[in-house]
């Protein structure tokens, strides 16, 4: 879906519509909604805040797959001693901390695997 879907779906739940982009970074809407259509200007200001919140999502992203990777650590008949099932436990509460210990996406850095 792009931003500017995502954008007016969040404005007009369920709205019925055909976007067009064009080269220029433009874009045209082809309304088959009877509700009142948001503005291009209240479109564009919601473009900015999916915008912010895509390296939020490939964050998400990431860590979801690393959480992922290492499910068979968490599992009561892994084949891990206690020492090492701990260090697998904080390491993936470190990946399900990320977004509460990071304020920017810049700023964050994954943890490293256990050995």
Not at 9 to 37: C, K, M, V
Request: aromatic share 8%.
């Amino acid at each position: 879906m792009s931003k500017y879907s995502e954008a007016i779906l969040r404005i007009l739940p369920e709205a019925s519509f055909n976007l067009t982009h064009r080269a220029d970074g433009t874009y045209d809407i082809i309304w088959l909604d009877d509700r009142p259509q948001p503005s291009n200007d209240d479109i564009d200001a919601e473009v900015l805040l999916v915008e912010a919140e895509l390296p939020w999502r490939a964050i998400r992203n990431t860590r979801n797959i690393l959480l992922r990777s290492c499910d068979w650590t968490a599992v009561t008949d892994s084949p891990l001693n206690e020492e090492d099932q701990a260090a697998w436990e904080a390491y993936r509460q470190s990946l399900r901390d990320i977004p509460q210990d990071f304020d920017n996406a810049d700023d964050v850095e994954f943890p490293e695997e256990p050995t």
